[in-house]
């Protein structure tokens, strides 16, 4: 079971980035899907969530408006698309994923830096 995270780096604040998750090794379609951030010192926060179909998510209220998950099942990937970028979005990203029983798959995550 893998998911590799890809697509973080160091951007301007107001500019944009777009993170990618590869799945492989589980039923991918199936799977709830969830981008998660950590700054060191704080605790691991929940940024947005798609459902298996892809037709419903759910965003934390600090990047509503500003962030857009969505999922390919065909190519086991989902994307974050950051928008309106702002330097308290800094963080390690994670990708996750959470079948209906419970079992649970993390990312090694990617660094993303919102500086001038």
């Known amino acids: 079971v893998q998911l590799v995270e890809s697509g973080g780096g160091l951007v301007q604040p107001g500019g944009s980035l777009r993170l990618s998750c590869a799945a492989s090794?589980?039923?991918?379609?199936?799977?709830?899907i969830s981008w998660y951030r950590q700054v060191p010192g704080k605790e691991r926060e929940l940024v947005a969530t798609?459902?298996?179909?892809?037709?419903?998510?759910t965003y934390a209220d600090s990047v509503k408006g500003r962030f857009t998950i969505s999922r390919d099942n065909a190519k086991d990937t989902v994307t974050l698309q950051m928008n309106s970028l702002k330097p308290e979005d800094t963080a390690v990203y994670y990708c996750h994923a959470r079948s209906e029983l419970g079992r649970r798959y993390w990312g090694q995550g990617t660094q993303v830096t919102v500086s001038s």
């Open positions: 090794g589980f039923t991918f379609s199936s799977y709830v």
């Open positions: 798609i459902f298996s179909s892809g037709g419903s998510t």
